[in-house]
């Protein structure tokens, strides 16, 4: 009974997350556009396989995602070494990005631009070569993005330092990179963070925070997402420019 | 129906090659270097699946019901011929694209309500503040920072103004409300940045900046359709210092 009472309460959170998505889309597509709505039956279907993937993956988040991050941040405190600490930090932003979907796409979209631009060669081989050294780089500076964000948070540094200090890096490197590559690079800072990496990467962040001494969960805890949506803009640019 | 199957298992094993690399990485260090057994092992196997199958669903719905249908309509509402545009002769004005700007802004706000990673995020920052952040008051000043955002960005395509510019201007802000904002909001707010932009809100916004700059003339889709999603990952850090600037002033 009280299962059945949580999933239903799960189930109806999930509704109100979503309901904002249809209200916006059933407006245009009846007032504005001003025509009916396609595939009624496929929507049902999919609206609910929503409602219930959403409700699954917050409770999973709650009883899988969460712990582990956290546990893993007590145990390395525990621990005490800090330069496991610093590779395992490495590993989680460069294994975690490496595979991303939305990175390949964008790698891919960047590799056309390229050749479009004249600045590689328009063969399939010399685009699909730009467009694995881009996803390397991107891949690469999250990692470097964690590392600096772990040490930050060990270290106490406060974090708009350091952010400031990348803002600059992305300005200084905008003046030197080529036009085409701009925009790829300040997209390619947003898509990098995914939906199982936001999680882990957040709980290990407060888990660490937690666990040092001195360190407060809310000010040093937090910040580790914001480095790996702002590294990559700058390697992006770099690549461009060695280019 | 079968189809249906076929594709949902596609998406699954999507979903699995991407947790993959994540989940031998974080089982590899608590094996090897940790040694540490995991206290809740079970429950934390179970949630994984949960997270796994739960994202394939969600994704699979999106697929089924929303994605199809939002991209359609991000085309349509750029085409000239609804916009009443002129398309011969004379430049194009900004303001002729009305319909845009309020699709662009609603579309923003609400698959930013309905993204995962911010639910997540605010989840933490809710258990973590003791209560003193409330997770739809994160989520909603994220949710307009991003509408903001996604419009303002769009208004860029149209003018076809450099990118870097917006941008730059961008940083001047937040680096001022920095100086300026209550410290124990500050890491979060640059966290809402990144956050915001992924499984929901990505495929719409890039629709629509397909969609505005092959539907202009002179702008390239190649080029100026880029920009939308650091967009999207600016404003929600100002929205949301904003926001806490707002309830310290409220509180006082």
Do not use: C
């Amino acid at each position: 009974m009280n299962t059945i009472r949580r999933l239903f309460a799960s189930l109806l959170s999930s509704f109100r997350d979503l309901l904002p998505i249809f209200i916006v889309i059933a407006f245009f597509q009846m007032v504005v556009l001003q025509q009916p709505i396609p595939n009624l039956g496929s929507l049902l279907i999919g609206t609910i396989l929503v409602l219930f993937g959403l409700s699954l993956f917050i409770e999973g988040l709650n009883l899988g995602l969460f712990p582990l991050g956290e546990t893993m941040a007590w145990n390395f405190a525990r621990k005490g070494s800090l330069s496991w600490l610093l590779l395992f930090a490495f590993a989680l932003g460069f294994g975690t990005t490496v595979a991303e979907p939305a990175l390949i796409k964008i790698a891919e979209e960047a590799a056309k631009i390229a050749a479009n631009g004249g600045m590689i060669d328009d063969s399939i081989e010399a685009m699909h070569e730009y467009a694995q050294g881009l996803r390397y780089t991107v891949a690469l500076s999250v990692g470097f993005a964690i590392v600096l964000g772990v040490l930050r948070i060990v270290k106490g540094w406060p974090v708009q330092y350091l952010i400031i200090g990348g803002y600059i890096g992305v300005v200084i490197m905008t003046a030197f990179a080529p036009k085409e590559i701009i925009g790829i690079a300040y997209d390619s800072g947003g898509v990098t963070t995914s939906t199982v990496t936001v999680p882990l990467v957040t709980a290990l962040g407060v888990g660490l925070a937690s666990s040092i001494k001195g360190r407060n969960p809310m000010t040093d805890g937090f910040g580790l997402i914001a480095f790996a949506s702002l590294t990559p803009m700058i390697f992006v640019m770099f690549y461009g420019i060695m280019l | 129906m079968t189809e249906g199957i076929i594709h949902f298992l596609n998406i699954l094993v999507g979903t699995v090659l991407d947790i993959l690399p994540i989940a031998a990485i974080l089982f590899g260090f608590q094996i090897f270097v940790l040694r540490r057994p995991l206290k809740n092992a079970k429950e934390i196997g179970v949630g994984f699946l949960m997270v796994l199958f739960g994202l394939a669903l969600f994704l699979e719905g999106l697929d089924l019901a929303l994605f199809p249908l939002g991209e359609l309509m991000a085309s349509q509402l750029t085409s000239p011929e609804l916009l009443n545009v002129p398309t011969t002769g004379e430049t194009v004005q900004w303001h002729h694209y009305f319909w845009v700007y309020l699709f662009a802004a609603s579309i923003g706000f609400s698959t930013t309500i309905a993204e995962p990673s911010l639910i997540a995020v605010a989840i933490k920052a809710n258990q973590v503040s003791a209560g003193a952040i409330s997770q739809w008051g994160l989520r909603i000043a994220v949710a307009i920072g991003v509408a903001i955002g996604i419009s303002l960005g769009s208004y860029r395509i149209i003018t076809g103004t450099p990118l870097h510019w917006y941008i730059i201007a961008g940083y001047v802000v937040v680096i001022f409300q920095t100086m300026v904002a209550p410290r124990t909001i500050i890491a979060l707010a640059y966290d809402s940045g990144g956050v915001t932009t992924s499984t929901v809100t990505v495929p719409l916004v890039a629709a629509l900046g397909i969609g505005l700059s092959s539907n202009i003339p002179g702008r390239n889709p190649l080029i100026d359709g880029f920009g939308l999603i650091a967009f999207a990952s600016l404003f929600p850090i100002m929205s949301v210092m904003a926001y806490a600037q707002l309830s310290e002033w409220r509180s006082r």
